[in-house]
């Protein structure tokens, strides 16, 4: 069959044009569309990232804040620790010296010796005592001295030089005294 095309070949032309135009103009439409699209997306996700980048700074002054408050506390807690440890140290003390006391007046003649001056120093044995002491004659201070070395606390008694006056004698005497627990 023999096909006569009674359209006018401009107009045909025509036609492919406009096809092509509107085809390119839909192309463009979606491509404007699709970045559009995702430029829409690209800026919500940008607002949202600066709003919780805004509250995550506020949240990091916060915890700055917090943890320089954590920081002076646990400095004042050093502090009161030392201060607690070195109360303890003084309680600890504060108990042996009577303990101490108790030891030394036990082996005392009573009413015949006296301390004129007593110093007291921590060794790795016990406390080292150094008393100054008066007497009312030799044989008080030889008594004394016996009970002592008698005594299993007391270690290391050490007599120094007696001087002596009409009714009375005076000399230095050296111990190491163990307290009990």
Do not use: C, H
Request: aromatic residues 4%; charged residues 20%; proline residues 4%.
């Amino acid at each position: 069959m023999i096909r006569i095309n009674l359209v006018p070949r401009e107009y045909i032309e025509r036609e492919k044009k406009r096809s092509t135009t509107t085809m390119a103009a839909a192309a463009a439409a979606l491509v404007v569309a699709v970045v559009g699209a995702v430029t829409l997306t690209l800026s919500m996700k940008s607002k949202a990232l600066a709003g919780q980048a805004g509250s995550l700074q506020n949240r990091i002054v916060q915890l700055e804040a917090i943890a320089l408050e954590v920081d002076q506390l646990e400095s004042k807690k050093q502090q009161i620790d030392s201060k607690n440890n070195v109360v303890n140290a003084l309680l600890v003390g504060r108990v042996d010296y009577p303990k101490i006391m108790e030891i030394i007046v036990q082996g005392l003649p009573p009413g015949q010796v006296w301390f004129a001056g007593m110093n007291t120093s921590k060794t790795m044995e016990g406390y080292e005592i150094s008393l100054q002491a008066i007497a009312l004659n030799i044989d008080t201070v030889i008594r004394w001295l016996e009970r002592l070395e008698s005594m299993p606390e007391v270690t290391k008694v050490s007599l120094g030089a007696i001087s002596s006056s009409e009714n009375q004698v005076s000399f230095p005497i050296k111990f190491t005294v163990v307290p009990p627990n």
